[in-house]
């Protein structure tokens, strides 16, 4: 006897953050979020590295300020807000 059953998994997609710095070179950010709404349903948060969410368990953070100067010697304030998200997000893609 064979089984032929198929799982039905819940479709659950990540709320999406993405920290932007209002001068990612290259990145169309509004492209990113159409993108992102398209794939999961729901139009991603954006804000910048100074002022995240308060909460941001659970999801997804895309952090595009690097992209354009990376941090190597982050100030203090800088660093928390990085070590905020990268510890509590559920990923970084």
Partial sequence: MVST???VLPNEHREA???DNNAAAGISVEQLTSSIE????????ICALTSLPLDLSGKICVFLEELVH???DPQQEQFEAIHKFVSVSKGIP
């Fill in 17 to 19: 953050v993405i920290i």
């Fill in 5 to 7: 059953a198929i799982e």
């Fill in 70 to 72: 990376p941090l190597y």
């Fill in 38 to 45: 398209t794939l999961t349903g729901t139009k991603p948060i």
